[in-house]
DNA sequence: CTCCTGTTTGGGAGTAACTGTCATTAGTGT
DNA sequence: ACACTAATGACAGTTACTCCCAAACAGGAG
């Protein structure tokens, strides 16, 4: 166990490196195809070739065309804000917080690819289909810190049921905000999170 | 324009009937295959063999093989059973006694099936995955009827985040139905629905 | 520097879900 | 019986994805 980074490079050696740098390139690639040439016309051998990589390679770093959309590192990050918000919010609120934390340090080039992503997430069928894994995993996330919360267990079926509501009114915000563009995506779920614990009322 | 129909029966000619049985044949031996060899280690040959058809057939009537799954009639029932409840209803009662309304006609065949259903679409991925389009649609749905129940238009954002909340506690009682297998699917999306309309209280 | 080890990559063969086309068959209205 | 349309079948082609094996390469030990 000699020290892993001799340097200034703060995680890894040039291999991990390399490796992160390849990935990026392939979905940077990748997201730009889709834009320019749409996603169903552009094949993984294009993309391969326009990061100068193999298939093969290709498909070790993304298991599927979906994948190269939908891979984010946002949802840990949203969990861990949601975990540490103060004890005594309710469940809902401490969501509401940790989400707009989030949001809130991110840069504009970061949102603009977010937005991408959900409109190609929304107009290509496939993609669209592949959400639910990102939405099911996230009610699990969102499951487990409601019951957190309130001092219930994951399998209690009021807990299941908050949870499912508070990702559904965020999937309803978030298909709100691709069908009105001039809408903004903060603001929205924020809002949708403060009509949910005001008892959804109309 | 003569009669369309000359007798008994009531919607079509043989063509018609007999392209009903052929999709029904399909669906019934994609199901019943699904079930003894599992999902992924199926083929659509194999299905179009044991449904005695071509392979073009088998695409003919279902567009994708996640289609063979999650391609049911009972949505526009369900619909329609959710518009003709009493008018003084709240969207969200009126919802719940349509759902269970339609359930309730139901054979102990049918709900068999819905249970299968509902186990290969939340234990194979790429189904869990295509199920986001059905859940899409009926959000859109579930809009129309909130909206029109509540005297707005469907593009009301709290329309919209009601109907999420909808769709979303109703996704909870189906995750959770399948993770419980001894509960009951109707009492648990009553359950849910009526917690919804308490305000998801905890 | 040199060898050794484990990881990343590339290449190629193979599978299976689709797509499109065209000829054939089978119901339907006249 | 005859024409018309809708359903089917057969076939070739594309593409996402998998498996396998060999080459290149980074990192540590002698």
Request: hydrophobic residues 45%.
């Amino acid at each position: 166990m000699t020290e892993p980074q001799p340097k200034g490079s703060p995680t890894v050696g040039r291999r991990e490196r390399k490796k992160a740098r390849t990935r990026a390139a392939i979905q940077h690639e990748a997201l730009r195809l889709f834009g320019e040439k749409g996603y169903d016309r552009t094949t993984m051998e294009e993309i391969a070739e326009a990061a100068d990589v193999s298939a093969s390679t290709l498909f070790r770093h993304f298991s599927s065309k979906e994948a190269l959309v939908l891979t984010d590192e946002y949802d840990p990050l949203i969990i861990g804000a949601c975990r540490s918000q103060p004890a005594e919010l309710g469940a809902v609120e401490a969501i509401r917080r940790g989400i707009l934390g989030v949001f809130e340090h991110m840069s504009e080039e970061a949102l603009a690819d977010i937005r991408v992503r959900a409109e190609l997430a929304v107009s290509v069928p496939s993609l669209r289909a592949a959400m639910l894994d990102q939405l099911a995993q996230a009610i699990r996330d969102v499951t487990t810190i409601v019951a957190e919360r309130a001092g219930r267990t994951s399998d209690d079926f009021a807990v299941a049921t908050l949870a499912g509501a508070i990702m559904g009114v965020m999937l309803a915000a978030e298909l709100y905000w691709v069908e009105h563009p001039e809408s903004e995506l903060f603001a929205l779920v924020d809002d949708a999170l403060a009509h949910l614990e005001r008892g959804l009322t109309l």
